[in-house]
């Protein structure tokens, strides 16, 4: 949807240009369109269409109070230029009369509303993202009929009907994207999870399309200049008055659609397009699976379909077993789809997913462990969320935590699945964010209170996925499997095709529970676990007598934020050795004390180390003693057990954040452990750890040396790596670890090679991140990075090439280049799509540029407030995370405490990321100065701890603790 031009300026900077214009490049061979052409001249404009306007769960509990039975049609139009329209038919059982009765409709223009075969103007219940129903338009005890003909616009920002041209061969391709509250983009709805529908779908598109919705078609007919087809619209109630016939028509489709179940309506979808198709046919109880995927990158999925099949297909054996209830819709889709916000959706029989698990090099293992893992994530969904479905949006958990939680589990024990049993160790990895969330100002509980739809987007968070799944696996070790499996038997059968709320969940668990006679208290246990914020940290203490255990007590207190409380947790000990043996202490239950005496360990030898946490069943911070702490730091690589490993490195990592150790300790620890770890899960993790340890936590002036010592570790580990997915990972890793102009003159020369060492081949990824890398580089010449790129991206018009081309522009160090993006990101006419803005915006900010970047420290707080009030929620969360400076200073923390104070109220996302970074702000200080300690402990002040906030010289406060400055 974009178009990318370059031209030479008279400074020799590279200017980029970017303009959409959907009406030049969307023209098709069609003549007319569904409806009369005098419905331009007819449409009722929303004066507020280009605002936002929110449902309140009290307007939700309001509505669904008068809403009985009720089934949607609607006629949907692709054949016009850069707008589509439609006709809805509404036909609701209304069981009580209500003044405040609306539908949800972000529409550009009506131009047709009847109301029980009563017409109606539509300028008199059109408007502010709603159609009114007067009362004296609600038949009570009866099925009403509400009828509307509309036009609207293609999103740009993937919410609601988005529009994408494939600049390969301007093809274009349209989907939906509904949840949380964007199906009355695209039609008139009850837009809320617990008034459940069927839905008719019927689509007019250009012939050589592909049209995808929940069900398989019914009728597929071609459309004659006379339009006859349009009589078979008469079968399905549609009134010939509202759609007129079309005229002129050439190449164009009529497709019917079986109508759905009953789902909500964030799970209806349309995919249109010319998508190619793979297909797998039924198969005993498996129903037939689709795969569609653009033209352009067919060729790279094919070599991945069989497992795509073979994964869905072990999945929707082990679920249906486990759940005790056979996959509920009659199809499968799934389809890549361009310009995806998230991941995937999961859309009743036609899950979306984001092109960016479409691999164009030799995947790792952990791409295809993360590959598999949402496709079983969204295959969940189909029991836990579409035949099942919550309520209201403050309990999105009981969607979200369970299909993050169970998506593991399948991965672990399905038959057929084994190449993914390394599933907890991604598990494992994926709690930072949680952990990270929880200790914020901004946590709140797992079943959170949602007051309106604005704050249901921001619960789409680590708190609500990483942290609820962590707290079910807990809850899962807590009551056992089969008791947690016959709960989840009886909670399917009795709620089909309805919606739930948390204590009907917990019911069938506390059922489960009574029938194997387990005495657990699940009410308290939610009241400690789901409506209450915050984690808890555990640490052993213990004393040692002639070579024995005589007391052994863990230690819980409050991490910062959240409500301070202590909880249970049940929990696996592990001891070691001086040899680093492991010796496992298991069902450890933890009590709501301040300390739990632990009567398992008494006796035992005195112990070279123990950690507190194997195998990751508790959600907690896991503290390391003293001596366990040294023994870990120099013999890391000799526990046995990989996930120990990756939980003994997490503990590190909590200590760095929270200031207890300086960020260098942690990369003093790999440095001794990487070049003999074996397992390319704690590899590929302990990279990413380092790299934001070194960008993040380290002071400006120790960054390039700390980088240059693992770029010559990697160098050397490369050297002797046999294993080839190990391989791609340190290769991966050492261009990423290259911060010097004279590192980058040495990845230069492996892209004229095309290869860095023997049996280093480069792929496209890695020749891509070098060119990023040189961009960046202040000494390499202009000209020698044009021609590199140029020479990269010769012949391929692909989207990714050209949003890897916007990044490396926007990493040039050049003050006028800056300056011409900087317009670009701030100008609220500009029309380039999120996807476009964020990939030039992620080039954008680099450390190494400080004093080209300063200028836009000032610049951002300036700005930030407009963009927040101005441009689109996802567009404005990409400027903050991209462009937002992060810096550790003391001055940039105030800026961000002023913009807090301004910021107001109803921007809760960016609220939420300002609040974050005020909390990241005083941890980087404090880190800094750990650092800088570490590395001149005798000529830098040291930053303390204390409990006492009347001491003198207070200094940054961290969630409650406070930091004092006094002199070594």
């Known amino acids: 949807v974009f178009f990318f031009f370059f031209f030479q300026a008279e400074d020799g900077i590279r200017d980029p240009l970017w303009s959409r214009g959907l009406g030049d490049v969307y023209k098709r061979q069609v003549h007319g369109d569904l409806f009369d052409q005098r419905l331009m001249s007819n449409l009722v404009l929303d004066p507020d269409y280009k605002g936002r306007v929110e449902l309140t769960q009290q307007e939700a509990e309001e509505r669904k109070l008068c809403i009985g039975k009720m089934n949607y049609t609607v006629v949907v139009s692709l054949l016009s230029s850069d707008t589509f329209s439609g006709y809805a038919k509404i036909q609701a059982e209304i069981i009580k009369t209500s003044p405040n009765l609306f539908l949800d409709f972000h529409c550009k223009g009506v131009s047709s509303v009847i109301y029980n075969g009563v017409v109606i103007d539509p300028a008199t219940v059109f408007g502010h993202h709603r159609v009114k129903i007067p009362i004296q338009n609600q038949l009570l005890g009866k099925v009403n009929t509400y009828e509307i003909v509309f036009v609207n616009d293609y999103a740009i920002n993937g919410q609601g009907l988005h529009h994408f041209k494939d600049p390969v061969d301007n093809e274009h391709y349209l989907y939906t994207q509904f949840e949380s509250f964007f199906a009355h983009k695209v039609f008139p709805c009850f837009d809320q999870p617990n008034i459940k529908s069927t839905l008719r779908l019927i689509t007019i598109s250009p012939s050589n399309w592909v049209v995808i919705g929940n069900e398989y078609e019914e009728i597929n007919e071609p459309l004659d200049k006379e339009g006859k087809a349009f009589g078979l619209l008469a079968k399905f109630g549609v009134d010939e008055n509202a759609v007129k016939k079309l005229d002129k028509v050439e190449n164009a489709q009529l497709r019917v659609f079986q109508e759905t179940k009953v ?65 509920p819709f009659s199809k499968y889709d799934q389809i890549y789809v361009p310009e995806f916000n998230w991941g995937a959706m999961e859309n009743a029989g036609a899950v979306t997913y984001t092109e960016n698990i479409v691999f ?10 993360r590959f598999a893992n949402v496709i079983l994530h969204e295959l969940s969904h189909h029991w836990f969320g ?35 049993r390394a599933a907890w160790k991604y598990f494992c990895l994926m709690k930072d964010r949680a952990y990270r969330e929880d200790q914020l100002p901004t946590t709140h509980p797992i079943a959170a209170k949602v007051a309106n739809t604005e704050e249901a987007e921001n619960i789409f968070d680590g708190i609500t996925y990483q942290k609820g799944s962590s707290v079910l696996k807990q809850l899962f070790y807590l009551i056992g499997e089969e008791v947690f499996g016959d709960g989840l038997k009886e909670y399917f059968p009795k709620y089909q095709w309805s919606n739930t709320e948390l204590d009907d969940f917990i019911g069938c668990m506390q059922n489960s529970l009574i029938k194997h006679k387990v005495e657990i208290d699940l009410k308290h246990w939610v009241s400690i676990w789901l409506q209450k914020a915050g984690t808890n940290e555990l640490q052993p203490e213990f004393k040692v007598k002639d070579g024995k255990i005589t007391e052994f007590n863990i230690v819980q207190t409050c991490a910062p934020h959240g409500e301070k409380i202590n909880r249970m947790h049940r929990l696996v000990i592990g001891i070691y050795d001086k040899d680093f043996h492991e ?44 001596k366990s702490f040294a023994a870990f730091a120099k013999g890391l690589q000799n526990v046995p057990n990989s996930l120990s490993r990756q939980m003994i490195l997490r503990s590190v990592w909590d200590m760095v954040r929270d200031g207890i150790e300086p960020a260098t300790k942690y990369l003093e620890i790999l440095k001794i452990a990487l070049p003999f770890e074996q397992d390319s899960d704690i590899l590929s993790s302990s990279y990413t750890f380092a790299h934001a340890a070194i960008s993040s936590y380290l002071p400006l002036e120790f960054r390039e040396k700390e980088g240059e010592e693992f770029f010559n570790m990697t160098l050397k580990m490369m050297e002797k790596e046999k294993n080839e997915n190990a391989k791609k990972i340190l290769l991966e890793n050492a261009i990423l670890f290259t911060f010097s102009h004279k590192n980058r003159m040495i990845l230069a ?111 951002f707080f300036e700005v930030i407030l407009d963009v927040c009030k101005k441009r689109p929620t996802h567009f404005s969360g990409y400027f903050f995370r991209c462009l937002a400076p992060t810096l550790a200073d003391p001055t940039l923390l105030k800026k961000y405490e002023e913009l807090l104070k301004i910021l107001p109220p109803e921007i809760k996302a ?44 207070l200094g940054v406060d961290l969630g409650g603790r406070r930091i004092i400055k006094k002199k070594k």
């Open 263 to 327: 789902i909500s309506t964030y799970l209806y979808v349309i995919v249109a397009g010319p998508y190619d198709m793979f297909r797998k046919e039924a198969e005993g109880k498996i129903p037939p699976m689709r795969i569609f995927v653009r033209k352009s990158l067919k060729k790279f999925v094919e070599k991945d379909v069989e497992e795509f099949f073979h994964i869905t297909k072990m999945g929707i054996e082990f679920y249906s077993q486990y759940f005790g209830y056979p996959f």
């Open 360 to 369: 164009k090099d030799a995947a790792t293992d952990q791409q295809y462990m």
């Open 386 to 420: 579409d035949l099942v479905t919550m309520k209201w949006w403050n309990n999105l958990w009981l969607n979200e935590s369970f299909a993050t939680f169970i998506s593991h589990l399948c991965q672990i024990k399905s038959p057929g699945l084994e190449k993914y």
């Open 583 to 626: 010796k496992l202490i298991e069902n450890v239950l933890v009590l709501e004390q301040d300390k739990t005496p632990v009567s398992q360990m008494i006796g035992l030898d005195e112990p070279t180390a123990i950690f507190l946490n194997i195998h990751d069943y508790a959600y907690a911070k896991i503290r390391l003693d003293e």
């Open 749 to 859: 020369g492996w892209l004229s090679k095309g290869e860095a060492l023997p049996g280093y081949q480069l792929q496209r990824r890695d020749r891509h991140a070098i060119i990023k890398n040189l961009f960046k580089d202040r000494e390499m010449k202009q000209e020698e990075k044009d021609n590199l790129l140029e020479k990269e991206i010769a012949g391929d018009k692909s989207d990714d090439t050209l949003k890897f081309k916007l990044t490396c522009i926007a990493g040039l160090p050049s003050i006028e280049n800056k300056e011409k993006l900087w317009k670009w990101y701030t100008d609220e006419h500009a029309t380039d799509s999120d996807k476009i803005f964020e990939a030039s915006m992620m080039g954008f900010w680099q450390w190494e540029q400080l004093d080209i970047m300063k200028v836009y420290v000032d610049k």
């Open 910 to 953: 960016r609220r939420t990321n300002v609040e974050g970074e005020i909390e990241d702000q005083k941890r980087l200080i404090r880190s800094y100065e750990l650092c800088r300690l570490a590395y001149a402990p005798k000529k830098q002040s040291c930053l303390l701890y204390t409990s006492d906030a009347a001491d003198e010289g």
